[in-house]
């Protein structure tokens, strides 16, 4: 629309062509006023009854809420309108009419429950609070892209279908492929390190991954986005630094670019960066710490996975990010490299949040018989894998990288309570559709 003006350009004593949805309609009688909303923001149009043609009146004032309209008129200044301006009409054009039964209420004022609101996304969307949830994912994103490349990364885009898992058959999504079965992509982690283990010492990737996890919280998702990275010459020490100066990158973009968003969200007073390094805490001492908060029914002992209630109680002890390093080599996958001098120690590690897991990562196995035994010591067939395996014969790097929830960072990082709200279109156990 070549003539149009955006609602937060509109200046006292222009005219002006504005387009956007009904937001609301106040008549007061002889004199009543259209609140019209775009991209930019809200401006009223006023109309006064006995001094405008009947049909321009009737024409805004009998337009149901969230039509699509186009106004055109003169620019006053009105220190009682919203922004301060209103338009005075000319005409008055309805591009689009909408139902007058709403299936939830854009302007918020009354609530609806999540299933309702990701049924009517679009609706959804309309909210000044839930359109600046997705334009500071937009905007992590961005920062997350530009950080990775001051490590000198290169991006990269690896295959969503494949002929086998990354960590074998379970939880995989299979699909048909010219008559073949094959499956939906758990993780780019094979894949990634083949690239590593070129002349493309390092890369990342921010994609979709597919889980076939019967979860069903506010913490899981079956389609989710993953920050990857893999980097060659590099061991696990490197490879936390750089996670953590991703995370960190993307609170400091939220908070120098974000300004109305995190208004919008209630967030301007409370949020902040990250002040203090992260502190990396090895699995044994993350045990004994859970164990000292006796806030589990039960003691944890080696080998121990760790439940959402040990997570939060160490979270909590510890009060911000924080890394678990030197997991038990028997819970980690088969790709990890153990330390040299203790085989039953690997080199993997999380980056946790205080209220959940964030990243796990680490140092990955890149000796061709060492990698064939963890298959093996795992359960899996190393011939299934052979496109990967093979080429741990022709000079593989020591390399390491981790995979990033971007979801989970987008929740953390605003306080959202379900990670659904993360997402424009979730898909989980009970949504495949929109």
Known sequence: MQ????????????DVTVAGWVHEIRDLG????????????????????????????????DVSRESVVKVSGAVEEEPRAPTGVEVTPESVEIIAPADPELPLDPSGKVDADLSTRLDNRTLDLRKDEVQAVFEIRSEILRAVREQFRTFDCTEINTPKIVATGTEGGTELFPITYFGEEAFMNQSPQLFK????????????????????EEHNTPRHLNEATSIDFEGAFCDQNDAMDVVEGVVRAAYEAVENNCADELEALGLEDEFGVPDEAFPRISYEDAIERI?????????????????????????????????????????KPFYIKDHDDDPELS????????????VSGGQREHRHEKLIEGFEQQGLDPDQFEYYTKMFKYGMPPHAGFG?????????????????????????RQRLSP
């Open 3 to 14: 003539d149009r003006t955006y609602t937060a350009d509109a200046e006292p004593g222009d």
């Open 30 to 61: 002889g004199i009543a006023f259209l609140i019209l909303r775009d991209t930019a923001g809200k401006i009223q149009i006023k109309f006064e009854k006995d001094e405008m043609d009947d049909d321009l009146v009737e024409t805004g004032l």
């Open 193 to 212: 390190q083949l690239i590593a283990g070129s002349n493309v010492e390092r890369v990342f990737e921010i994609g979709p991954i597919f889980r076939a």
């Open 291 to 331: 164990n000292a908060t006796g806030e589990l029914d039960d003691q944890l002992v080696w080998g121990d996975d760790l439940s959402t209630a040990a997570e939060e109680a160490l979270g909590q002890d510890v009060g911000g990010h924080y890394f678990i390093t030197d997991w038990p080599s028997e819970i």
């Open 347 to 358: 080199t993997g590690f999380d980056l946790m949040h205080p209220r959940m897991e964030l």
């Open 404 to 428: 990033l929830g971007g979801e989970r960072l987008i929740m953390t990082i605003l306080g959202l309570d379900n990670i659904r709200e993360a997402v424009l279109f979730p898909r989980d």
